[in-house]
């Protein structure tokens, strides 16, 4: 694509307004230059001359033939409609490659081209540039509204304005170039579509030295935000009756969609074909989608003149939008019924004396066709004798025969008419009148009316709300020959009477017997009679025709009308059609349909169709009930209505997963709980209903452990639990619903073991009853000999361990004592010649449990003497049973935990003392008295770790790995 180069058409410049008029990929761009950071303001001067500027480079181009920057350039863009303000359209610094230095050098070398190395030095983004670089929109059109430009950098962005692609474009040209990606909605194309809407800029790049004149076009893409919506509410076809099977009819009016494209009308469909029409769409060259309404089945006006239903638009947008309107099919007439007469003879009788345009008899056939094609005309058979014709006019139109001529005395006494009902291409319908005549030899009664009721051309209308004894029309009876009596009485059934009208004689009152009503008979034709004594009569027949008034009020076919429909619907989803009837006639039997008050906002109900939706999507666990109530109201004066209930049950969906009342659930369960205890109850709800909110529980580890009955939610453990084995459990549990699919959720549960005193001390030292201790007599009072050192699995006051003393023997045996907290046994007495020998010491050893304290014993034997000289007889000695009374005394002890006071045992006393009685003699004695004391003095120094009281439920403790060296009993 070949930029213009505003005139300038010199050598050289050709080949670099090629490379730069092609509009870039995003790929193929070249650093941009930074022009976002140029200093100083923005001249104003450079505005107001910028004409004369322009002026200025027409005059001069012709002679500039090295400006190597007088270049026309132009750049494609494209983005979708409707995007924010500040969004990046494009940097015009980046797409015009204005390079920094590095990159222009490298460019010009790779084009070869003098003169492109003649470009200036640049740095990035303009920056260096002197004087500056700045870009401007040449005018402010219709394209400035939509897009800023910041002057310094070159960037395009969105402006506050947004972009309406249907609004911009008013012939409603195309999309756009595709439906590429890019940053937010906006790509740059290599080539624009010829079916783009295009916005146009005109961009300078200044000043004069790096001109140039650059024409941008902003390609708008469609997106769907228009709904199709056809040009009328109500569309109405016509189609004949005989319309064979497959008969195509146009759908005038389409719907309309300002949207291109797939976003544009895709298809159409009916809400309700009646099982006779189905719809297709054609598609002309134009992409235009016309409606056509297929007959799929026979159609009979007769049976039924009209379908209504919905014809629904869709556009190919994600998601669809839609439009609907009303279609009215109309059944139109053909000639497709004759005419027919009810009867196939009539007989009346005629007196000789009747006066000409007397009415002899009324035929009347039914043809149940419309308009012309229900045309009837009557006309005589041509076998009616010509004498026949004369006497008896007949009405072509109405049907009605009449005296045409005064009947004279050779008249003939029966006539034969046999009358043709003539329809279109119809073959007639023949009935036959038997007119008898009657000679009159004397004149017979005669009967006046004079109407009270409004008549017309002989026949009396009455309102249906007329009350009973309404008059009709008085009737005067005269006599020609007065001299016979005449009676009068009606014939005909109505509910009517005719009565004497006292004080006057020959007089009658026809009245109303009982109430009128418009929809069980419109017309009554009665008869009122007078006959005399002679037997002659006269008949004066009256038609009476009953209006209608609005009296009754429109009629549901179902007054509880009850639906369902699942949760979570489409909008604007169809629920019913309501049908109410009313038999009043005309507009006064017209029905139209209102939602009570009690009716939620969101349910919808067409006043003329009854069809009755929901607009909003439905949720169970809302509100599963819906009742309310609706109106049909008919057009009467004043108006009557008629109310329906409608309940709709809001159907489950697997919608909701279980969820557990606590997401994390702890118990508490003393040990040594029996197998298939109760742990506790695992609440879990599911706000579904049915299958879909049975909610299963099962446990995801630890499952040889724990069970849990589904039933009840209760967690059970199979085996009982011990926590000097494990203290506490943490399980996983998850509950699933029977939904299809079926939806979950998972709970953690932490047990923990509460202890209690199962276990008694555990005597570690000293190791066995056996066992003794060598203990000088040169022991000073307060010093400790050994201890006694135990150890407790139980936590927390189960394993405060205190110590006692129970049964003692010996020669002192009160000559040692046992701290009940540490243990440690010391010499209370300094030891004399006669407290020598083997002393027995039964230690017990009991812990604070509750509510049973545990306890064990152990023997402590310590031999007093210089030296071991027989240990066969210590031996002997220890091996016997001993005689030991047994102390009740308990030892009270504090239980806070506290550390050992130990006192380091110094060894000097006893060495001074040994050197004084004996420093030349018992040497040994002292060398071994120094190994004993230096023993001692090692031990005592170890700071003793002290056992916790308080052993939280989540610890672990090893009692067999406490840190605690028991002390080492010889067996000398």
């Known amino acids: 694509m070949t930029a213009v180069s505003l005139g300038m058409n010199c050598p050289g410049n050709e080949r670099r307004s090629r490379t730069l008029g092609v509009s870039w990929l995003p790929g193929n761009r070249q650093q941009p230059l930074d022009m976002g950071h140029l200093y100083g303001p923005r001249s104003s001067t450079s505005r107001r001359n910028l004409p004369h500027l322009l002026l200025f480079f027409l005059f001069v181009g012709p002679f500039n033939c090295f400006a190597s920057y007088s270049r ?6 494209s983005l979708n409609e409707g995007l924010p303000a500040g969004v990046l359209i494009g940097s015009l610094a980046e797409d015009l490659q204005l390079l920094p230095q590095a990159a222009s050098a490298e460019t010009a070398a790779a084009a070869g081209s003098e003169e492109d190395q003649q470009l200036p030095q640049h740095h990035h983004h303009g920056e260096g540039w002197d004087p500056p670089l700045s870009f401007s929109l040449a005018s402010q059109g219709l394209g400035g509204q939509y897009v800023t430009l910041d002057n310094r950098s070159g960037e395009l962005h969105t402006s506050t304005q947004e972009i309406d ?16 990606g890019g940053r937010n909605g906006i790509s740059i194309s290599s080539s624009p579509s010829s079916e783009s809407c295009f916005l146009l800029l005109d961009v300078l790049v200044l000043p004069q030295e790096y001109f140039r004149f650059v024409k941008v076009k902003i390609a708008i893409r469609d997106i769907n935000d228009n709904a199709p919506q056809f040009p009328v509410a109500q569309i109405t076809v016509s189609v004949p009756e005989n319309a064979p099977v497959n008969t195509r009819l146009a759908i005038e009016h389409p719907a309309l969609d300002p949207d291109v494209g797939i976003n544009g009308v895709q298809t159409y469909r009916l809400l309700d074909y009646h099982g006779v029409f189905t719809l297709d769409v054609e598609e002309n060259e134009n992409g235009e989608r016309t409606p056509y309404l297929i007959v799929m089945g026979a159609l009979d006006r007769e049976t039924q003149d009209q ?18 309107a009303t279609l009215t099919i109309g059944i139109s007439d053909i000639n497709d019924n004759c005419p027919l007469f009810t009867d196939s003879q009539i007989n009346v009788t005629v007196y000789g004396n009747a006066t000409v345009g007397t009415p002899v008899a009324v035929v009347q056939a039914v043809d149940r066709d419309l308009g012309a094609n229900a045309q009837i005309t009557y006309s005589y058979s041509q076998k009616v004798p010509e004498v026949s014709k004369d006497l008896f006019h007949l009405d072509e139109a109405t049907g009605v025969i009449k005296l045409f001529k005064k009947i004279g005395g050779n ?50 209308y009455l309102k249906e709300l007329e009350p009973i004894n309404t008059p009709v029309a008085f009737f005067t009876i005269r006599d020609p020959e007065d001299k016979y009596k005449v009676n009068c009485y009606l014939d005909g059934d109505g509910p009517f009477r005719l009565s004497p009208y006292q004080p006057y004689n020959n007089e009658y009152l026809l009245e109303t017997a009982k109430s009128l009503d418009y929809e069980t008979q419109q017309l009554y034709e009665i008869t009122v009679v007078a006959w005399n004594s ?11 025709q009953i209006l209608d008034d609005n009296d009754n009020a429109p009629v549901f076919t179902q007054p509880l009308i009850e639906l369902s429909i699942e949760e979570n619907n489409a909008p604007n989803a169809f629920l019913t059609k309501l049908h109410a009837t009313d038999a009043d006639s005309g ?26 939706t929901v607009s909003t999507q439905l949720d169970r666990e809302e509100k599963e009930k819906y009742r309310y109530t609706v109106k049909a109201i008919d057009s009467g004066i004043p108006p009557r209505e008629s109310i329906a209930t409608v309940v709709i049950t809001v159907l489950d969906k697997n919608d ?35 299958r879909n909110g049975w909610v299963a529980l099962s446990v995801m580890n630890q499952s040889d452990i724990f069970v849990i009955d589904t039933g009840k939610g209760m967690l059970r453990a199979k085996v009982s ?14 509950a699933v619903d029977g939904g299809e699919p079926a939806l979950s959720s998972t709970a953690k549960i932490t047990i923990l073991l509460l202890d209690i005193n199962d276990n008694p001390p555990l005597v570690l030292f000293p190791q066995s009853n056996m066992s003794y201790l060598l203990v000088l007599p040169s022991t000073l009072p307060g010093s400790p000999v050994t201890e006694v050192y135990a150890v407790d699995k139980d936590t927390g006051m189960n394993a405060v361990i205190a110590y006692s003393i129970i049964g003692r023997r010996g020669p002192r045996p009160e000559s040692f004592r046992i701290d009940p907290k540490t243990g440690n046994i010391t010499l209370e007495e300094s030891l004399m010649q006669n407290d020598y020998g083997l002393y027995r010491l039964l230690v017990k050893v009991s812990d604070h449990g509750y509510p049973e304290p545990l306890h064990s014993t152990v023997m402590v034997n310590l031999f007093v003497n210089d030296t071991v000289s027989n240990e066969s007889y210590i031996e002997s000695l220890l091996r016997k049973e001993p005689d030991i009374s047994i102390e009740e005394k308990e030892p009270q002890i504090s239980i806070e935990p506290t550390h050992r006071k130990v006192e380091s045992a110094s060894c000097v006393p006893t060495l001074v003392a040994l050197s004084v009685i004996s420093l030349g003699s018992i040497t040994l004695v002292t060398g071994m008295g120094i190994y004993i004391c230096l023993r001692k003095g090692k031990k005592h120094h170890r700071e003793n770790d002290n056992l916790e009281v308080q052993i939280p439920l989540k610890g672990k403790l090893d009692l067999h790995m406490i840190e605690r060296k028991p002390m080492e009993i010889s067996n000398i």
């Open 72 to 77: 026309a350039t132009e750049l494609f863009y």
């Open 165 to 180: 692609r249907e609004a911009l474009c008013l012939d409603g040209g195309g999309g756009g170039g595709g439906g590429g």
């Open 307 to 324: 379908y209504v239903t919905i014809i629904i638009a869709e556009d190919g947008g994600s998601p669809p939008l839609m439009g609907s």
């Open 411 to 460: 008249v003939l006494r029966l006539h034969k008419l046999t009358v043709l009902a003539n329809g279109p291409g119809c073959i007639p319908a023949v009935i036959t009148v038997l007119v008898t005549i009657i000679k009159v030899v004397f004149r017979p009664p005669e009967i006046v009316p004079r109407y009270i009721a409004n008549e017309i051309e002989g026949v009396v």
């Open 534 to 544: 002679e037997g002659f009569h006269v008949k004066k027949m009256i038609k009476i």
């Open 587 to 612: 507009e006064r039997g017209q029905v139209s349909y209102f939602l009570g008050s009690d009716a939620p906002s969101y349910f919808l109900l067409d006043k003329i169709t009854g069809i009755l």
């Open 656 to 690: 909701n997963s279980p969820r557990f009342i606590n997401k994390d659930f702890s118990f508490f369960v003393p040990e040594n709980f029996p197998g298939f205890g109760e742990i506790g109850v695992i609440s879990v709800t599911d706000a579904d209903a049915g």
């Open 721 to 734: 639990l011990d926590r000097e084995q494990q203290s506490s459990y943490i399980l996983w549990v998850e």
